[in-house]
C-alpha cells in the first residue's frame, strides 16, 4: 500500500526554522517527483517545492526561494522540507506528494499521491 506519512509540523515563532519530514511506504521514490504543496486557511492550495530523485533536480515557488530548501534520503526513503525564516504567511497544513513521473516544475500538473498533512503554525 502505497503511503506518504508527513511529521514535524507544530507552532513556530517568526523568523524560526522548522524541519517536515515525508516518510514513504509501499514504494521506494527513487524514480518519483517528490514535492510539498500547502493549504492556509481559507485560501486554495498552492504548490511550495518539488524534488527529482533520480536527477536531485529541485524547483521552489517564488515565495519561499531562498528560505526553503527541499532534501533527500534515499536510504531512509524519506523527503524533507527545510524551512527557515518563516512568516506567519507560511501558516498552513503542508501535504508530501509524489508522482512516478518528472513533473517536478509543472505546476500545473497534480501529482499521484498524497499524504494526510501536518499543520505549521508560524505565530509569536
Known amino acids: 500500500q502505497v503511503q506518504l506519512v508527513e511529521s514535524g509540523g507544530g507552532l513556530v515563532q517568526p523568523g524560526g526554522s522548522l524541519r517536515l519530514s515525508c516518510a514513504a511506504s509501499?514504494?521506494?521514490?527513487?524514480?518519483?517527483?517528490v514535492g510539498w504543496y500547502r493549504q492556509a486557511p481559507g485560501k486554495e492550495r498552492e504548490g511550495v517545492g518539488c524534488i527529482s530523485i533520480r536527477s536531485g533536480y529541485t524547483d521552489y515557488r517564488n515565495f519561499v526561494k531562498g528560505r526553503f530548501t527541499i532534501s533527500k534520503d534515499t536510504r531512509k526513503n524519506r523527503v524533507y522540507l527545510q524551512m527557515r525564516s518563516v512568516e506567519p504567511e507560511d501558516t498552513a497544513v503542508y501535504y508530501c506528494v509524489a508522482d512516478p513521473t518528472e513533473w517536478c516544475r509543472v505546476w500545473s500538473y497534480t501529482p499521484k499521491y498524497w499524504g494526510k498533512g501536518t499543520l505549521v503554525n508560524v505565530s509569536s
Open positions: 509501499g514504494f521506494t521514490l527513487d524514480n518519483y517527483g
